[in-house]
């Protein structure tokens, strides 16, 4: 009998699904003759860290549960390629996955190709950024954009040392410059 971790997850605390999914993924299991090991019900964007689907992998990794039931694929990858690294590590610690409303059952061999074209999909996916991003920078470069971190405090070293002869503070002259105390220290000190 496989033992079954359950996640479900909404995005902001507006939306009342929690209880739809969680039904919806007990019910599954039980037809599938699962025991429920594990359930997690997590509010928050998919954005911030997700210390709950955290805590369902560890148990993956411990082998307390044989397979991860979730409602909805978005519900589990923050992106395409987050996703496709965590089904590849499930399917590497023996951990099957089942999407509910996709349908998508990890456990079976075509089940098994599906993750296999995401995980392309996912590879065509960072391609396709990667050439973007370097394009960017080639337009920006041929504009004359300056790339890289700003200069700031290297540019304000005549002025800092000017104010400081006057007599001003270094906390009133990285105040008015707008830049941090210790930059003002470094460029005052003696070498």
């Known amino acids: 009998m496989f033992r079954v971790g359950l996640y ?32 997690v019900k997590k509010v928050g964007s998919g954005a911030s860290e997700r210390e709950l689907r955290k805590k369902l992998m560890e148990a993956a990794r411990r082998r307390e549960i044989d397979i991860v039931l979730v409602w909805l694929l978005d519900r589990w990858g923050r992106s395409l390629p987050d996703l496709v690294t965590t089904l590849e590590e499930l399917n590497h610690l023996g951990v099957g996955f089942v999407s509910l409303t996709e349908a998508l059952d990890l456990t079976t061999p075509t089940g098994r190709a599906m993750a296999g074209l995401l995980s392309v999909f996912a590879a065509f996916e960072h391609e396709i950024l990667r050439e973007r991003v370097r394009a960017g920078l080639t337009h920006a470069r041929q504009n004359g954009t300056r790339l890289g971190r700003p200069a700031t405090t290297a540019v304000k070293s005549a002025e800092i040392r000017k104010l400081y002869r006057n007599g001003v503070s270094k906390a009133e002259i990285a105040r008015r410059l707008q830049i941090g105390r210790t930059s003002v220290r470094r460029i005052l000190s003696p070498t």
């Open 8 to 39: 479900a997850r909404v995005s902001t605390p507006d939306q009342q699904t929690i209880p739809l999914q969680m039904r919806a993924m007990r019910e599954y299991a039980v037809t599938r003759g699962w025991t429920i090991a594990l359930q």
